[in-house]
């Protein structure tokens, strides 16, 4: 009878308290290229108003119904201008 090993990858996870991120924390990482996001945004709300989750302040987003898609980071606004 063989013995069987199995190995485990052991993580480090790092805990930063909010509002102390350091430089670079907040990367932005674009997986979708806009051309995709816009025909989904196409699809679903007749236009092409969104933006990438980074790239938007909380103020932008009082201004204007959105929908957001965490997996992607993406925020798809309801309207086709900001009001």
């Known amino acids: 009878m063989d013995k069987q ?6 993580l480090e996870i790092e805990w930063i308290p909010e509002g102390e ?3 670079g ?3 932005i990482m674009v997986d979708l ?3 995709k996001v816009d025909k989904i945004c196409k699809s679903k709300f ?8 980074g790239a938007i302040t909380p103020d932008e ?3 204007n ?3 957001i898609d965490y ?8 309207n086709s201008t900001t009001v």
């Open 5 to 10: 090993t199995t190995e485990f990858e052991e």
């Open 21 to 23: 991120e350091q430089p």
């Open 25 to 27: 924390d907040k990367e």
């Open 33 to 35: 290229p806009a051309s």
């Open 46 to 53: 007749g236009h092409t108003n969104w933006a990438r989750m």
């Open 61 to 63: 987003l009082t201004r």
């Open 65 to 67: 119904p959105f929908e």
């Open 71 to 78: 997996d992607e980071g993406i925020i798809y606004f309801k």
